[in-house]
């Protein structure tokens, strides 16, 4: 399996104290460490690609936030520094390369290690740590320049998916699901949030949620929407904060429930999977989830 990354991603540094800071990545490489994967660098993606789910006015804006040192401030929770512009840029580079990769048949299955992360981002609106919408915009590349016409887009994050729902409620060839925590931030992905196809399916947990009702969920929903959809690729929104020593969220599931999630996973899209960092802040529970994770990936990429 592939693992992209770049050293561009920790230029991305919030105020002392965010929990979405530079270390996190040194916790996914502690949990990659030992796995036989091949490591490519991401690429600095073409604007075109981010224009793909986001306005040219929106992207403008968020160059012109960047500042020359210190941080601006973009809403309540997200920052941007000096380099957080190409950080964002590279993980954008880094799903579109692996999506890239994948449809291809240079692997089957691949990780991109990037921050910051993206599933939060609206079309216009900076949030929830995220600049971008990564995630949308790997299936967007799928589909359109690709030409794939069933992409399914897995978000396990415990936060809602607000961004990826919001970019691809119109976008009929996508599903989308996303398993989140209710009531927590960013307050959206009810059942009746369903998108203009009826494509979105939202799955809300309730606070104290084991890896056992997680696992009753998805076997009794996700997996058979997944296998009515039959996609041609999953993507998945890798969010790891659903452990049960994140201190943003209040889900009990342990490392070996996203080995479990994974494995299951895998047996979509006839293997073809593309995931992507996105939440997880205790750094030693991101290590073991990132390992488990990422090692069935690279079992099932073989």
């Not at 020359?68 to 309540?76: F, I, N, P, Y």
């Not at 750094?283 to 390992?291: Q, R």
Request: charged share 20%.
């Amino acid at each position: 399996m592939l693992v992209f990354s770049h050293p561009d991603c920790a230029r991305h540094v919030t105020p002392p104290g965010h929990p979405e800071r530079v270390d996190r990545l040194a916790a996914v490489e502690q949990g990659l460490a030992g796995l036989a994967v091949e490591r490519r660098g991401a690429p600095l993606v073409d604007e075109a690609e981010v224009l793909r789910c986001h306005p040219a006015s929106y992207l403008a804006r968020v160059k012109a936030a960047v500042p020359k040192d210190g941080w601006a401030q973009l809403d309540g929770d997200t920052f941007l520094s000096p380099g957080s512009y190409d950080a964002a840029m590279r993980a954008v580079g880094g799903i579109c390369a692996a999506v890239d990769a994948v449809v291809m048949g240079e692997a089957k299955t691949a990780f991109v290690a990037g921050r910051p992360p993206g599933h939060h981002a609206e079309r216009d609106i900076a949030m929830g740590f995220c600049l971008f919408g990564t995630v949308a915009i790997g299936a967007k590349r799928a589909l359109d320049h690709h030409g794939l016409s069933r992409v399914a887009i897995v978000d396990f994050d415990v936060h809602h998916g607000n961004g990826t729902q919001d970019l691809l409620w119109d976008e009929g060839r996508c599903l989308f699901v996303s398993s989140h925590q209710m009531p927590l931030y960013p307050g959206t992905g009810r059942p009746d949030e369903t998108g203009a196809h009826g494509q979105i399916m939202n799955l809300p947990l309730r606070g104290g949620g084991t890896g056992h009702d997680m696992r009753q969920v998805y076997e009794r929903v996700v997996f058979p929407a997944l296998e009515a959809w039959q996609p041609e690729l999953l993507l998945i929104s890798a969010g790891f904060d659903a452990h049960a020593d994140d201190p943003l969220a209040g889900l009990e599931w342990q490392a070996e429930d996203y080995a479990w999630l994974t494995r299951h996973l895998c047996e979509f899209a006839g293997g073809r999977v593309v995931s992507t960092l996105e939440g997880g802040y205790d750094l030693d529970a991101l290590a073991a989830s990132v390992a488990a994770h990422v090692g069935v990936l690279e079992e099932r990429g073989r």
